[in-house]
């Protein structure tokens, strides 16, 4: 089958370090996507990791271990306008993607 | 310019309608989607068109009918409109049918009554 599970809410302090963990099971994986979806807004691409390691772009990092069908997000130096939900999504090898449920970030002052 | 644009926005009607959606991109992508977002936020593919070509149709009444009449242009067309439909409507594109980067429109928020 194909599932992809992320955690439903967090919250994290401004000016803090959070972690938003996805697990995955793909037939035919081909890469791992993470988009950010404000409120009431469309969601926006934020990353995308295909080989193992850590993207690092600016205060947000992508994680991918393949091995362990697993990917984390990293966001750093928290602000107040990153509180959104934070989607993963796997592909399979007919380049379709499969959306978690999205992970809510609730940012605090 | 706006990239991928979706019209109308908003869109409340009855029961057993037939409403149409349409989506445009401005990217010269070759490649179009149609997602369902529903009221918990789960983000599911519908179809999906390659240079006018139906390439994914997930489990979706066919009720709903998807019709490219060229490759910037992805319309949806839903008969007899259910209550179960309420949803937001993501349109998007990518350059190519392939491991790419999804460009989202605005979104149109559908309730049926």
């Keep these: 089958g194909q599932n992809i599970d992320q955690p439903t809410e967090m919250t994290a302090t401004e000016g803090a370090i959070v972690q938003i963990n996805c697990t995955y099971q793909t037939s035919g994986f081909n890469g791992l996507f993470w988009y950010q979806q404000h409120a009431g807004e469309a969601p926006t691409f934020l990353s995308y990791n295909v080989l193992d390691g850590l993207e690092e772009k600016g205060r947000f990092s992508s994680f991918l271990s393949r091995s362990k069908g697993y990917s984390y997000l990293l966001l750093k130096e928290l602000q107040m306008k990153d509180s959104a939900s934070y989607l993963c999504a796997g592909t399979s090898g007919t380049y379709k993607y499969i959306f978690g449920t999205g992970t809510r970030l609730k940012v605090l002052a | 310019d706006t990239a991928v644009s979706q019209t109308p926005k908003y869109l409340v009607t ?89 460009y989202f429109g605005p979104g149109t928020r559908l309730l049926v009554l």
Aim: with cysteine; charged share 25%.
């Design chain 2, 14 to 102: 009855q029961m057993g309608n037939d409403k149409s959606i349409k989506c445009e991109q401005n990217l010269g992508h070759d490649t179009m989607y149609w997602y369902k977002q529903d009221s918990k936020k789960f983000l599911k593919i519908m179809f999906s068109y390659n240079n006018k070509e139906l390439i994914i149709n997930e489990t979706v009444p066919n009720r709903f009918s998807p019709k490219s009449p060229d490759k910037a242009h992805l319309n949806l067309h839903i008969n007899s409109l259910e209550l179960g439909d309420s949803a937001v409507y993501f349109c998007a594109s990518s350059f190519r049918y392939r491991e790419e980067t999804q």
